[in-house]
């Protein structure tokens, strides 16, 4: 079954509103029935910065459950994965 990205982009708002405020370029899409998350860096973010990716995965896991969405794997690339691309 094909994930409803708009309901999810939506719940994850409060993570991706951070984000950008922070100099980062977040963006959703769908792989292989999993929901990704890439975190690109923008010329002002601090990488650094970046919360560890499982609490980073566990905030997100906590925004889908509080918007009664059901539970996804989701698979985080910040942007040092990005860059290995």
Do not use: H, N, W
Not at 16 to 33: Q, T, V, Y
Not at 39 to 57: F, H, N, S, T, Y
Not at 71 to 81: A, F, Q, S
């Amino acid at each position: 079954m094909p994930i409803d990205l708009k309901a999810y982009t939506e719940a994850l708002q409060p993570t991706i509103l951070g984000l950008e405020a922070a100099g980062f370029e977040p963006s959703l899409s769908e792989d292989s029935g999993q929901l990704q998350l890439k975190i690109a860096a923008g010329a002002q973010a601090c990488e650094d910065c970046l919360v560890p990716k499982q609490l980073m995965r566990q905030m997100a896991a906590d925004e889908i459950k509080e918007a009664g969405l059901p539970e996804i794997e989701t698979v985080l690339l910040y942007p040092i994965d990005l860059r290995r691309k």
